[in-house]
């Protein structure tokens, strides 16, 4: 069984930089794509980013190109989302997610596991 755990998250300012981490176990964390999403208060799960197994090319939604990076340290099992130049809209509970097929996807229908998620709150 997978499990994900967050953390990082915190209260900023906007224009601040702030480093999400999600700590893998249970299964071969090299095999899977893992993926962040995030949900502001009275809307659905949102795609932020995500990459799959070979970590070839990792894809972004348009609101944080640019601004946000995902990387994964396989030695560690461990993924991150690196946000810089935050923006109130960022606001919202960040969630890890991982798919066993190793394939990304900006659905969250496609995720198999999901971490708790952690708080993100940009002041302006």
């Known amino acids: 069984q997978v499990q994900l755990a967050e953390s990082g998250g915190g209260l900023v300012q906007a224009g601040d930089s702030l480093r999400l981490s999600c700590a893998f176990s249970?299964?071969?964390?090299?095999?899977?794509?893992m993926a962040w999403f995030r949900q502001a208060p009275g809307r659905g799960r949102d795609f932020v980013a995500a990459?799959?197994?070979?970590?070839?090319?990792?894809y972004y939604a348009d609101s944080v190109k640019g601004r946000f990076t995902i990387s994964r340290d396989n030695a560690k099992n461990t993924v991150f989302l690196q946000m810089s130049s935050l923006k109130p809209d960022d606001t919202a509970v960040y969630y890890c997610?991982?798919?066993?097929?190793?394939?990304?996807?900006?659905?969250?229908?496609?995720?198999?596991?999901w971490g708790q998620g952690t708080q993100v709150t940009v002041s302006s």
């Open positions: 249970g299964r071969t964390f090299r095999s899977y794509a």
């Open positions: 990459f799959s197994w070979d970590n070839d090319r990792p």
């Open positions: 997610a991982a798919e066993a097929g190793g394939w990304a996807s900006a659905s969250v229908h496609q995720y198999d596991y």
